[in-house]
């Protein structure tokens, strides 16, 4: 399970550089208040190199935590799949036919590939 985690600032806009082993990397928060600033990753490295910076727990916390499941282990993967444009258009073809109106998001894209039993592990929504 992929975890996506939110971390929040009480200091606004706050920018600040973490390090992921050689490479130092901004981190932006984003404030709509000015006081409550938010950053969201599902980089698993990046969330352990904030969680280990000297300024976690002093500038700012983890906030929120969540996961995505991983697909059910009968649905089949389609591996050449690399765009939400070609992914509706197989469920359109043979031998699914999947009705363009039900394809209109990544989201109806998603759910009409999990009916028909397959994924497609290079999109994310």
Same mark, same amino acid.
């Given at each position: 399970m992929k975890k996506i985690k939110t971390y929040e600032t009480l200091h606004g806009n706050l920018n600040t550089i973490v390090r992921m082993g050689e490479k130092k990397v901004r981190i932006r928060f984003i404030s709509r208040d000015n006081?409550?600033?938010?950053?969201?990753?599902?980089?698993? &490295? =990046?969330?352990e190199a904030i969680e280990q910076d000297i300024d976690y727990?002093?500038?700012?916390d983890l906030y929120n935590e969540t996961g995505f499941k991983t697909p059910q282990?009968?649905?089949?993967?389609?591996?050449?799949?690399?765009?939400?444009?070609?992914?509706? &258009? =197989?469920?359109?073809?043979e031998p699914y036919l999947v009705p363009a109106n039900k394809l209109r998001s990544p989201t109806s894209i998603e759910k009409a590939a999990r009916?028909?039993?397959?994924?497609?592990p290079h999109l994310s929504v």
């Open positions: 006081i409550h600033g938010y950053y969201t990753t599902s980089n698993t &490295e =990046l969330q727990g002093r500038l700012f282990p009968d649905a089949t993967p389609v591996e050449n799949i690399v765009s939400w444009q070609a992914a509706r &258009e =197989l469920l359109r073809g009916e028909k039993g397959i994924y497609f």
